[in-house]
């Protein structure tokens, strides 16, 4: 494995090298297989040789950067050299992720100029700046948060919840990567889809409120509004799968043919429609996901959750669907989210969640009727709602025939 790492890493430099006219100086093949070597046997021979290998490689780095300083040549030769060192030290001691560790510097080694590419032109400074956030949301406050319930009702754990945030703007983050990618064939429903993970009824209302103001816009908000269920369904499964697995496994069919209805809807409503890039922007917004429209949306899900439990422990079991109903008017997330954790908790039977699930979606989903005929115009909201209940009305018969 070690040789095999500075394999990889020395074809990687070796190339470099020759594509570089003032790479001759560089270290090549042979330098790489030889480190990996000596990090490997250094390690097989104990701590004396680790410290007088490690002297030797510090020592050979200085040189090399010594010599080099004068080129205007980054320092990346030298950290490839110490890494493969050290992973062939690692190599010995866990293999596996030696071999993997060692694939990840071959990799981002290789591809320089496409990430400087993806630095400096392709992501805007707001793009760059919410990737950090959401890097440091993963990476730093997660790990630090108690993956236990903090209230009496066993309901609140701060690190599903937390996950639930990531996981909103991983996922929204995703769609307008694809909505860059994709650009305006499959740009509407993508941005519509990316809406709808934050909010399906503001998105409707938003994309309302644009067919209003440009009535030619109308099939196009339509076919986002529609998406946006699409969004709906698969944030739904995310805040099961987080919250109870068991759940999610039950309600998986009656969510994939909700979406499926969603997505046939969406469809139909746009299928004469080729929108132009600007029409795909300015439904799309700006960034990839709002950081804290993420946060507050969890906000709302702890509040309706706790609200939720207190009310039914004060009404009894038999209250369950009328709870779920009203906290869907809220957010049918919210609404299943409080479903899941009872029965996660066993606070409630499956069926009783399953139930109060289907009335919290059925709430919501005349919602959001009412909303599209509110603040859009009639050809928007008859391409609207016909879609979206639709969509409701297929996941009650799966649930009911499941």
Same mark, same amino acid.
């Given at each position: 494995m070690a040789l095999g790492i500075g394999l990889l890493i020395g074809l990687q430099r070796e190339r470099a090298k020759g594509r570089a006219d003032s790479a001759k100086g560089e270290p090549g093949l042979r330098?790489?297989?030889?480190?990996?070597? @000596?990090?490997?046997?250094?390690?097989?021979?104990? $701590?004396?040789?680790?410290?007088?290998?490690?002297?030797?490689?510090?020592?050979?780095?200085?040189?090399? #950067?010594?010599?080099?300083?004068?080129?205007?040549?980054?320092p990346s030769a030298e950290v490839a050299m110490l890494a493969t060192f050290l992973l062939g030290m690692l190599a010995l001691h866990e293999c596996a992720l030696a071999g993997v560790l060692g694939?990840?510097?071959?990799?981002?080694?290789?591809?320089?100029?496409?990430?400087?590419?993806?630095? #400096?032109?392709?992501?805007?400074? #707001? *793009?760059?700046?919410?990737?950090?956030?959401?890097?440091?949301?993963?990476?730093?406050?997660?790990?630090?948060?108690p993956d236990r319930a903090i209230d009496p009702w066993q309901v609140l754990n701060l690190r599903k919840l937390w996950q639930l945030a990531v996981s909103i703007m991983a996922i929204a983050s995703l769609g307008y990567i694809a909505l860059r990618v994709f650009g305006s064939r499959l740009g509407l429903g993508l941005a519509g889809l990316a809406g709808g993970f934050v909010s399906s009824t503001a998105t409707i209302a938003g994309m309302g409120e644009r067919a209003r103001s440009s009535p030619p816009l109308a099939p196009a908000a339509a076919s986002a509004g529609l998406m946006s269920?699409?969004?709906?369904?698969?944030?739904?499964? @995310?805040?099961?799968?987080?919250?109870?697995p068991p759940?999610?496994?039950?309600?998986?069919?009656?969510?994939? @043919?909700?979406?499926?209805?969603?997505v046939l809807a969406a469809f139909v409503s746009?299928?004469?429609?080729?929108?132009? #890039?600007?029409?795909?922007?300015?439904?799309?917004?700006?960034?990839?996901? *709002?950081?804290?429209?993420?946060?507050?949306?969890?906000?709302?899900?702890?509040?309706?959750m706790a609200v939720a439990a207190m009310t039914r422990e004060w009404l009894g079991p038999g209250s369950t669907a009328g709870v779920?109903?009203?906290?869907?008017?809220?957010?049918?997330?919210?609404?299943?989210?409080?479903?899941?954790?009872?029965?996660?908790?066993?606070?409630? *039977?499956?069926?009783?969640?399953?139930?109060?699930?289907?009335?919290?979606l059925a709430a919501n989903s005349t919602l959001k009727c009412?909303?599209?005929?509110?603040?859009? $115009?009639?050809?928007?909201?008859?391409?609207v709602a016909p879609g979206t209940l639709a969509m409701a009305l297929a996941f009650g018969v799966a649930v009911l025939a499941g």
């Open positions: 330098t790489f297989l030889v480190l990996a070597l @000596v990090g490997a046997v250094a390690y097989r021979l104990g $701590t004396p040789a680790i410290l007088a290998a490690g002297l030797g490689v510090a020592a050979l780095l200085a040189m090399s #950067r010594w010599q080099r300083r004068t080129e205007g040549a980054g694939v990840v510097v071959a990799v981002t080694l290789a591809g320089k100029a496409r990430l400087h590419a993806l630095a #400096r032109h392709w992501l805007s400074e #707001r *793009e760059l700046h919410d990737l950090l956030i959401l890097a440091t949301a993963v990476f730093v406050v997660l790990p630090l948060l269920n699409v969004g709906t369904m698969a944030q739904m499964a @995310v805040v099961l799968g987080t919250i109870s759940l999610l496994r039950l309600l998986t069919m009656p969510l994939a @043919v909700a979406g499926a209805v969603a746009s299928r004469h429609l080729l929108a132009d #890039r600007e029409q795909v922007r300015a439904l799309a917004g700006s960034r990839p996901f *709002e950081p804290l429209a993420a946060i507050r949306f969890v906000a709302l899900l702890a509040g309706v779920m109903a009203l906290s869907g008017l809220i957010d049918v997330h919210a609404a299943a989210a409080s479903a899941a954790q009872l029965d996660a908790v066993g606070r409630i *039977e499956r069926q009783d969640a399953e139930l109060g699930i289907l009335a919290a009412a909303m599209a005929f509110l603040k859009g $115009t009639p050809a928007y909201a008859w391409r």
